[in-house]
């Protein structure tokens, strides 16, 4: 049953693949990649969920979405333009520090939101925390209409809110709250288990 599984998440994950490059065709400026894996049986189980990120490795700006408990994860990688801009916004955010642990387990309770060493590595889960829309993923370091100073982040058309690459909240938009971390771990350099935090972790 192991085997059949692997294999469907594979077969799924080629397919999903397909999809992107059409997708690229018609002019999607953030590639994606869609993993369904495990089965929609374990998922409804909340399983974990294995992550094949070598795709993510090498080509910032690739966002990846797996299900996890009916929830959508993303996982995309940071430069090191991208994680030194982090601080300088924390007078800007309404939870800097993370210090709410609804949405930060105590591992990624740090400025990157990630597992220590790894913080290149973002694993948010995709759901608006005002009223649970999607936000979008504008990684960009760029001026946007709704902030002349973004440094690449979130922005939710729902009702305007906006978060930044590590997922924490700006001040003054409707979201309550910094975006959650799900509880994760890396298994190696190109694998990461969704659902189950690192060993010793609460
Ligand atoms: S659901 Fe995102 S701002 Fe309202």
């Known amino acids: 049953m192991a085997n059949e599984e692997v294999s469907s998440s594979r077969r799924n994950l080629l397919i999903a693949t397909g999809v992107v490059g059409a997708m690229g065709v018609v002019g999607a400026s953030v590639p994606f990649i869609s993993s369904f894996q495990p089965s929609a049986r ?22 990846m979405i797996v299900q996890w408990r009916g929830k ?16 300088s916004l924390d007078n800007r955010l309404r939870d800097p520090k993370s210090d709410n642990p609804d949405q930060t387990p105590a591992f990624a ?28 993923f504008v990684p960009e370091m760029l001026p946007q209409v709704y902030d002349s100073e973004w440094k690449g982040g979130f922005y939710c058309p729902c009702h305007q809110s906006r978060f930044d690459l590590a997922g924490r909240v700006f001040q003054g938009v409707p979201a309550p709250s910094n975006l959650e971390i799900p509880p994760y771990h890396f298994v190696d350099e190109n694998k990461i288990i969704v659902g189950v935090p690192p060993k010793g972790a609460a």
């Open 42 to 63: 374990a998922k409804t189980a909340g399983a974990p969920v294995d992550v094949d990120i070598s795709k993510i490795d090498n080509e910032p700006g690739m966002r």
């Open 72 to 87: 959508p994860v993303w996982i995309f990688k940071r430069t090191k333009e991208q994680l030194a801009a982090l601080p």
């Open 109 to 136: 309770k740090n400025e990157a939101r990630t597992i220590v060493g790894k913080e290149n590595i973002a694993v948010i889960v995709g759901v608006c925390t005002h009223l649970g829309c999607s936000p979008s």
